[in-house]
């Protein structure tokens, strides 16, 4: 895979499509947290698919710059998005590529699903999924298991991943507040063509019944499975690829 940098500062690797011609389809993945990033063999799938993918690490996780949460995750997608037209340069060997988006999708899991959620508003992004996202943060108070048995969480993350999350304190309790990169206060302006989720009835950090009631709440298409625990993106993605492709407005 290639390896550039947007806004001088989020990493990004991506792949071209493995068939040139046609329209110029994107595909950004987002990752869930905390996670390593691990995945590449989706990246490879999705490539040979049609698809130029895009995998980026938030600002302030692994080798992006700056502080993870000083800002909504989200924001560093938009940010690729805007500056997806002017083309990507390889930071290895200095490989120009010219991107000329017609149509861009954002697929994430978990911590990641909120994020797609989120591009979800924005105009330019055409549809995403979202797989056992965390539609809202409310469920840090209600659930021990979200958040380990650690008291901190944020120190327990700085002590498990080292430097792979720069992550403050403060940082990790705006998510307590509700307002903060959380979808669920966004529910009025969602349009529900632009969503697909999947969840698991026996996911047991992130509570069925929150995205059962968001789908009903926004009208957006969720498919329910009785079980899976914590479902993996790149599972999904592979599982029900003729399902999502259709949804894409792609074919099988």
Not at 88 to 101: H, T
């Amino acid at each position: 895979m290639f390896r550039t940098r947007f806004k001088n500062e989020i990493v990004a690797e991506f792949l071209p499509p493995a068939r040139l011609g046609g329209e110029q389809n994107i595909i950004i993945l987002c990752d869930g947290m905390p996670s390593v990033p691990r995945k590449q063999p989706l990246a490879e799938f999705l490539s040979q698919k049609g698809y130029w993918v895009f995998y980026p690490r938030y600002r302030g996780a692994w080798e992006s710059e700056g502080v993870f949460l000083q800002r909504s995750p989200h924001e560093d997608i938009l940010e690729i998005v805007e500056e997806l037209p002017r083309g990507v340069r390889d930071s290895g060997f200095g490989q120009k590529f010219s991107v000329s988006p017609d149509k861009i999708f954002v697929i994430g899991g978990s911590f990641g699903g909120a994020a797609a959620i989120l591009c979800s508003l924005d105009r330019r992004v055409t549809r995403v999924i979202a797989n056992c996202p965390v539609v809202d943060w409310s469920i840090l108070s209600k659930s021990e298991k979200f958040e380990t048995s650690n008291k901190n969480y944020a120190a327990y993350i700085r002590e498990a991943f080292g430097h792979g999350y720069r992550l403050p304190d403060k940082n990790w309790k705006k998510l307590r507040g509700g307002h903060f990169y959380n979808p669920i206060r966004h529910v009025g302006e969602i349009d529900p063509s632009k969503i697909m989720m999947f969840h698991a009835k026996d996911d047991p950090y992130v509570p069925w019944r929150s995205v059962d009631g968001f789908a009903r709440s926004t009208g957006a298409k969720l498919k329910l499975l009785a079980r899976g625990g914590h479902l993996r993106t790149e599972l999904i993605v592979r599982k029900y690829w003729p399902q999502i492709s259709r949804f894409f407005g792609q074919g099988g």
